[in-house]
């Protein structure tokens, strides 16, 4: 059960669908959904504000410069937290369920690592994100807070406000890992109340999973009340663009997978299957390690 929902904003794009998602899982959840505007990145200077960071640097020095850049910085970050504000407070009078969305105090990255945004994962029980979060917050909230916290994420590209996860479809991507393991349970609140449930299998030789493992698979979720019914995608030649192909035809509002990464040079790093489907955007895609 989710009762604590973190959900990242930033002034990059339209990130209403993210935030539709959330309120609608703070109102079928009855969880509190927290937003954050969350910022690391130093917009150019132009105009009159660079020749002044210029004119202190030629008359004082390098420190203060950077004094005086970083100032500049402070007073751009409270410009676009205001304005995000003011465009959250707008759209979630929008949303059904909106009086579930509530603002918190924003997230200054400048000085800082990642380490805020996993702090906020590590706090919430689930992470729903825009694909069009501004990059490098995206980058953090996926390869830092993902495999740092054990928490899941959802990513989102589209869904409608007010949608009800009773008219929703999931498609639950299997493969017998530990990974997909544990996405299925951790998203077990949300395929119980789900209308539909598809365990799509794609065929790959010897690693394709048998028809008595999926039908053991969906009597064990029947049990728990998920309206659940599975399918084995067979004779293709790219199973991630098979499987985008599956989700598209079933109208599926929501993709589960594990996550999956390998460390090297002590950072951690996306396995490609992953990275295909963070990189493609086609899917709502709910993530766990």
């Not at 505007?37 to 030629?58: A, C, I, N, Q, W």
């Not at 048998?210 to 599975?230: I, K, M, P, W």
């Not at 929501?254 to 493609?280: C, I, K, P, Q």
Request: contains cysteine.
């Amino acid at each position: 059960m989710y009762k604590s929902i973190f959900i990242p904003l930033s002034n990059h794009s339209d990130q209403l669908p993210a935030l539709a998602f959330g309120a609608t899982l703070a109102e079928t959840f009855d969880a509190d959904a927290e937003c954050f505007f969350t910022s690391k990145s130093l917009l150019l200077l132009e105009g009159e504000p660079r020749d002044k960071v210029e004119e202190m640097y030629h008359k004082k020095g390098l420190l203060a410069a950077q004094e005086l850049t970083k100032q500049f910085y402070q007073e751009q970050f409270a410009t676009h937290a205001k304005q995000v504000r003011q465009w959250f407070e707008l759209n979630k009078e929008k949303l059904g369920s909106g009086h579930r969305l509530q603002w918190r105090e924003w997230l200054d990255l400048f000085d800082v690592t990642a380490e805020q945004v996993r702090d906020k994962c590590s706090f919430h029980d689930l992470t729903v994100a825009s694909y069009d979060l501004s990059p490098p917050i995206l980058d953090d909230v996926v390869t830092g807070a993902l495999f740092a916290t054990g928490r899941p994420i959802v990513l989102v590209r589209s869904f409608p406000q007010g949608k009800d996860l009773s008219e929703c479809t999931v498609v639950l991507a299997w493969k017998f890992t530990p990974q997909t393991l544990r996405a299925q349970w951790l998203s077990l609140p949300i395929l119980k109340k789900a209308g539909k449930v598809l365990i799509a299998s794609v065929a790959e030789s010897e690693e394709t999973s048998s028809v008595a493992e999926l039908a053991e698979l969906t009597t064990y979720l029947q049990r728990h009340g998920v309206n659940a019914q599975s399918h084995i995608i067979s004779n293709v030649k790219s199973p991630a663009a098979a499987l985008e192909q599956y989700y598209a035809e079933q109208c599926a509002d929501l993709m589960v997978m594990g996550a999956y990464s390998h460390s090297r040079l002590r950072e951690m790093v996306l396995g490609g299957f992953t990275r295909h489907f963070l990189n493609s955007h086609t899917c709502n895609l709910m993530l766990a390690h």
